[in-house]
């Protein structure tokens, strides 16, 4: 899987490629047996291709974990990686041509890190470009002339990850046949529903579009995709970044470029939406959520251009744009979801700091009695870096505890769903506020040295009972606060059943340093090595990779289901340990443990929104394992409309559970402000523009969707039982009036 921001970095990287470039650079001159005055051989672009991939084939085999030279096994994996690149649902190459190409395996380790042999790639590449032609003209006959049914009982398979290749071209038509199909439906399912005729013309100049922009890759486009099928042999997070996307990306941090804040990956051939940036565009339309898939990207009202199989830097590049322009994603659900595919239509912008901060919620539930039990809500979605005067994640957390505590709270939740990660030192700062001083995470490198890393300040700003809210979203730096709380036994985590399970660190490498220093020429920039340095773990020793954090009490959650997580990216680092840190557990979870679960689960088995949820999770579940999806219309249509009444019912019941409390909204601005500020207002349900089914999010109103509302809100009752369990008589409570 390949991964890649679409707009300017929000945070800044843990570790930077200074602190690599010594010993790596001593490793590929002894790897190459330069001599200290030997000068560099005049480059040509084929020359400075075979530099670039003999450095980086050193640089991974001396400095990523394994220690492992190129060798024939992996050399083989190179060769898969490289064709999943290229042809992410195993549908182009013939068997006939994995046979042919599998000659390389003889010598293509040896050939690679010796002479920087890219001469694989490029004939590879050549034979894709010939099926993806054969493909595109086979696709277009059967447009042009075929009439498709769509009233039987046959499937289409959409998870191809284990499909055998097509034999020869007579078995690769009868899958370009059924993918058309797919397609076809698709479009007469989504939100515009076209005419036959249109689709035809539709998908038609799609398919087109997508030949002539593969054609056009350049030779170091190739070489791009090639090394980077190289660095995810050994692990999912390193990357190769060519000079291209180098450059990109240093105009994206001088602000001249603006995207629509989604982090993306590529999956089996697909575009996904992996991530999005609080405050971004993507994030405030409520119209894209983690787990959706792009297939096409027009600009404005242009022409969408198909984007299936394309490469990811491409796609991020057409995404991309003037800040104040528009952007038209046609986006596909979840695999395994039955919805539509539908249009979205983002204007670019610049993300601003405020809104990606944290914020709070003060929410004032009714009790039996007729009293009222207040209890306070943070969410935090990253861990970024204060710069520019700007507080940290830390330091606003820090003034929102403040705040719930001035207004005794009865307990908190700390949300961390959303929370993909950021600063080490902020989770570390951040994990502090509710511990004495004490081992947080622990770091091993590539030679085994383990660094504990330890919150120096005894001061604790909240004391009181803590939830930490995760979901399979939460990754890196929220692990590592979530696992130590949970070590130390000082929060209840609620959730998903795991977290993401990245704990790994990644350090970018500007290749043109080590080329310089070991005299390797080149005749451009040849961009940068992003490169796994380091493990996670926890103050008790478990690593964070692979496992992530599992959840004390456990909640129905679509996120759960759905393939996201380290174990579904090819070759992660594996599960292991290292030596547990000295730390003193406070152990204020387990005594309680066994009856807040007992309560929890009572009040999710008799909630009829999480009724409904568990439906909806059953079935996406089977849909997911099957790997398939119906080709009849009318079934299609039934499951559309399932889901929807599904979705709306789930939602009426998030409203009416929200509506039993009154909730006050506190910001980082309004935190030092005496009082309260005047109480949220309900507001109606928010509506696609097309007419269609409310969007997953509504971040401008402050809202999170509906099954994202019920687990919040069990959440809350887990911390009021939590509360009283750990304080059988308060001291009193706050007043449901407003101030």
Known sequence: MIRRPDTKPRRAPNWTGRTLVAATVVAVALSWRVGEGAAPIAADKATTAANITRVVTSLLAG????????????????????????????????????????????????????????????????????????????????????????????????????????????????????????????????????????????????????????????????????????????????????????????????????????????????????????????????????????????????????????????????????????????????????????????????????????????????????????????????????????????????????????????????????????????????????????????????????QVDTDPDPGVIYDGPLVVLTSRFSASASEIAAGALQDYGRAVIVGDSTTFGKGTVQSILPLATVMDRVKASHTYDPGALKITISKFYRPSGASTELRGVASDIVLPSRSDVAKVGEGELKDPLPWDTVAAARYERVNRVEPWLATLRTQSSRRVEADRGFSDLRAEIATLKARIAAGQVSLNEAQRRREIAATEAREKEIERVARVTAATGTRYAITVKNAAKPGLPPPEVAVAKPVAPDGGVAPPHDHESGELGAAENLVLSESLMILRDYARLLEPKPLGHASSSPR
């Open 63 to 450: 400095s990523q974990f394994a220690h492992h030279p190129l060798d024939d096994q992996l050399a083989g994996k190179l060769l898969e990686r490289y064709l999943e690149a290229l042809d992410g649902s195993r549908s182009l190459f013939l068997q006939t041509d994995v046979d042919e190409l599998a000659t390389y395996r003889r010598t293509l380790a040896y050939a690679t890190r010796m002479e920087g042999d890219t001469r694989p790639a490029q004939t590879i590449f050549k034979r894709f470009l010939e099926r993806l032609g054969q493909q595109a003209a086979y696709d277009t006959e059967l447009l042009r002339s075929a009439a498709f049914d769509f009233t039987g009982r046959d499937t289409f398979l959409f998870d191809r990850d284990r499909a055998a290749r097509p034999r020869d071209l007579t078995s690769a038509h009868a899958i370009w046949r059924e993918e058309l199909r797919a397609e076809v439906l698709q479009e007469k399912l989504g939100d515009k529903k076209p005419p036959a005729a249109d689709i035809a013309k539709t998908l038609t100049r799609r398919h087109a579009q997508q030949l002539r922009m593969m054609t056009a890759l350049g030779q170091d486009e190739v070489l791009e995709i090639y090394l980077d099928s190289l660095t995810h042999v050994y692990d999912p997070h390193s990357d190769y970044l060519g000079h291209e996307e180098m450059e990109s990306l240093s105009i994206a941090m001088n602000l001249s470029l603006f995207g629509i804040g989604a982090s993306l990956s590529s999956d089996e051939g697909a575009c996904t939406v992996h991530e999005l940036v609080p405050g971004s565009p993507a994030e405030k339309s409520g119209l894209l959520k983690p787990g959706d898939r792009i297939t096409a990207v027009a600009q404005d009202a242009g022409e969408p251009v198909d984007v299936t199989d394309m490469p990811l830097t491409r796609i991020v590049g057409l995404i991309r744009g003037p800040k104040g322009s528009v952007v038209t994603l046609t986006v596909l659900p979840p695999v395994g979801s039955a919805g539509p595919p539908r249009t979205v239509r983002l204007v670019r912008a610049e993300i601003k700091l405020e809104d990606q901060q944290a914020k709070a919620q003060i929410i004032e539930k009714p009790e039996p009695d007729g009293s009222t039990v207040r209890l306070g809500v943070i969410d935090l979605a990253s861990f970024y870096s204060g710069d520019g005067g700007a507080s940290g994640a830390t330091a606003d957390v820090a003034k929102l505890l403040a705040k719930l505590k001035s207004e005794r709270v009865r307990g908190v939740v700390l949300d961390l769903r959303r929370n993909g990660g950021g600063s080490l030192e902020e989770a570390i700062k951040l994990t502090g506020l509710f511990i004495k001083s004490g081992p947080v995470v622990q770091t091993r490198d590539s030679n085994n040295v383990v």
